[in-house]
């Protein structure tokens, strides 16, 4: 059996991997999962379709007026997800014509809007992106929310009206408004705004956020940087508001970072070292101040940030990516590599190998574990348990560590993942150094469950 090593994960790979894991949960309890195209051509048609506890799968693609004839506002109903293929490949474009999503009433709080690149709003009012008005309480993350445009209030996203919905794991970037360019919250509205990327947006009053007229957001593990405002706020403005603003890195907005608010527990003002934001990329750079200085007790805070990569390592980050532990591209070996359903056997046996800079010796053999199948992420997921041993079991003069996984808990997790007899299902086993360094790599086996041919 070849070998392969694991290699990095694009971000599109990571959102297609996310968007086939809801398409296996989320229509469950009888609720239904209704897809655009192949059920309605239209986003608004499956949205009128659906009923409360229904998810709206939105392949990729750019849905607009002069593509698939589509209608904006789109208008959320109470109670159903609206789950885009990722911000990367699937775009709700205006086309100037309207704001983009119109929310109103939306007091379910299942209700989400995920996986999307939302642009090209624009309305001589609020909200040119997404707007919630009338006590909405839904979901917003995991967006590119950019290029939009509203009158008044939230260029990107208007919180309005009394609404307190949870804003999470967006980048908010290159929106305007006279008041709130990237985010707007006015009239009793309370969002809580967590782990966002505001960067970019420029208005007359409050850049990046902008509260008025009691609106009292909670604003935390954010990075709002270089936003920039006519007269004041380039980053934070407040009127007759007093958020709460803990943990965040508000730093290069012009004319000030805060107006009439400051800085909270945890906040700092720094460059937060993103790789290329000219470029769009708000990754954080190794060093940056806002890795592991975000509070972990945040509300709405995601268990996964804007990649899908796990969010809590040790301290959450700021902002909406994590920062990600380079990791050591680990060479494994399933032996044999047939998987016998029918095979009375105890154990799974896998032979790790490491690069020439790093000794299978120092791998923690407490934390190996198959942590994907077909890159889907196990949750659990499943520990080795057997014994293990160091050797050279392929004799090309680099030590082997072999490790076995439990058979029954294996060929237990593919049959319930839909796995049977010819299927050939990649394998990802990943674990720790003693130093703390990550390893990865895969193998693929194939199933027989024939009772012969293998195990």
């Not at 208008?75 to 775009?91: F, Q, S």
């Not at 957001?217 to 958020?243: D, E, F, K, L, M």
């Not at 294996?410 to 086993?429: F, R």
Request: overall charge negative.
């Amino acid at each position: 059996m070849e070998r392969k090593v694991m290699l990095p994960w694009s971000r599109l790979s990571v959102m297609t991997v996310v968007f086939a894991a809801l398409v296996l949960t989320v229509g469950s309890a009888g609720a239904t999962v209704i897809r655009v195209p192949a059920d309605y051509p239209k986003v608004q048609q499956a949205i009128d379709a659906a009923s409360s506890g229904d998810t709206v799968m939105v392949a990729g693609g750019r849905y607009a007026p002069s593509t698939n004839g589509e209608s904006f506002p789109i208008r959320m109903k109470n109670g159903v997800r609206l789950i885009g293929a990722g911000a990367a490949v699937c775009t709700l474009d205006a086309e100037r014509t309207n704001r983009v999503i119109y929310c109103s009433g939306i007091s379910d709080t299942f209700t989400r809007v995920e996986g999307f690149t939302i642009t090209n709003g624009n309305i001589r009012g609020n909200g040119g992106g997404i707007v919630c008005a009338g006590s909405s309480a839904l979901t917003i993350a995991n967006n590119v929310v950019t290029g939009n445009s509203a009158y008044w209030d939230g260029g990107g996203i208007d919180c309005d009206h009394s609404s307190f919905q949870i804003i999470t794991n967006n980048v908010v970037t290159g929106n305007s408004a006279i008041f709130g360019g990237g985010i707007g919250c006015v009239y009793g509205s309370s969002p809580i705004i967590t782990n966002n990327t505001v960067t970019g947006n420029s208005s007359t009053y409050g850049g990046g956020i902008g509260c008025w007229y009691s609106s009292n957001a909670t604003i935390t593990n954010n990075t709002v940087t270089g936003n920039s405002a006519r007269y004041y706020g380039g980053g934070i403005y407040c009127h007759t508001s007093s958020p709460t603003i803990t943990y965040n890195d508000v730093w290069g907005n012009a004319p000030q970072n805060y107006y009439r608010c400051g800085p909270g527990t945890g906040c700092i003002s720094a460059d937060p070292l993103f790789v290329d934001p000219t470029a769009g990329d708000y990754h954080l750079q190794p060093g940056s101040p806002c890795i592991d200085t975000g509070d972990n007790n945040a509300h709405g805070l995601q268990g996964v940030d804007f990649d899908g990569n796990p969010r809590i390592i040790a301290v959450v980050d700021m902002g909406a990516f994590e920062y990600q532990v380079p990791v050591i591209e680990a060479t494994i070996d399933f032996d044999p590599d047939k998987l016998n359903f029918a095979s009375k056997g105890k154990w799974v046996t896998c032979y790790i190998e490491l690069p020439p800079d790093y000794s299978v010796e120092d791998i923690n053999t407490s934390t190996v574990a198959i942590t994907r199948i077909d890159g889907e992420k196990l949750d659990p997921l499943l520990y080795r348990e057997g014994p293990t041993e160091i050797g050279d079991y392929d004799e090309d003069g680099i030590a082997d560590l072999m490790v076995k996984f439990d058979r029954e808990k294996l060929i237990d997790i593919l049959k319930s993942m839909g796995y049977g007899d010819g299927d050939v299902v990649e394998l990802t086993v990943g674990g720790k150094l003693l130093n703390g360094k990550l390893f990865a790599g895969s193998d693929t086996v194939e199933i027989i469950d024939k009772g012969k041919d293998g195990g």
